[in-house]
């Protein structure tokens, strides 16, 4: 339908609407047709739909790898201590909120872990805390040592071949993640 101030009004104040709405409306010069339908409901922001679903699914993919460091993530998402080992034993679930908080912060460490291999970060990498480089890594407890001997300062150079299982398991981190 096309756009009147006064029927955006009170389609914004019937459906309990931002008031940012109407400018976009305004802009486009018209009001989506689904206002005019008598049945049409907003969705319940609290329900989770089918993907919601999908997405906690995927998050219960990652969490149950081991690689990220649930407490750190609680942290960030403001969750009770142990409510991820909880959700990842099915004791719990995660609201609609929490998936997007979850997912909002997983992402972000996926942009500053690709930003950190990019620039050749690696023993800030390799201490950066979302994340447990021991299952990150996925090598021999020799391999890991010499390796985290760089995040300690025991050592100031490893091999090339240790960049590049450094590069290439944080990189698969990387894609694991930005199927959330």
């Not at 025991?154 to 698969?172: A, P, Q």
């Amino acid at each position: 339908m096309d756009f009147t101030e006064e029927k955006a009004k009170e389609i914004v104040e019937r459906y309990g609407l931002s008031e940012k709405t109407i400018k976009v409306w305004k802009t486009r010069g018209r009001i989506p047709d689904r206002y005019l339908n008598p049945n049409f409901k907003l969705r319940d922001k609290t329900k989770k739909t089918k993907l919601d679903k999908l997405k906690e699914e995927r998050i219960l993919r990652v969490l149950v790898s081991k690689k990220i460091n649930q407490s750190a993530l609680e942290q960030l998402c403001a969750l009770n201590s142990g409510f991820i080992s909880d959700v990842r034993k099915n004791k719990s679930s995660l609201t609609v909120e929490q998936i997007v908080l979850v997912t909002k912060e997983l992402k972000k460490a996926m942009i500053e872990v690709k930003e950190l291999i990019s620039k050749k970060r690696y023993k800030k990498l390799l201490q950066y805390p979302l994340f447990f480089a021991k299952h990150v890594l996925d090598v021999s407890n020799t391999d890991y040592r010499r390796i985290m001997s760089l995040s300690t300062g025991e050592v100031k150079e490893l091999d090339e071949d240790d960049y590049e299982t450094i590069k290439d398991r944080y990189f698969v981190l990387t894609l694991e993640l930005s199927k959330l």
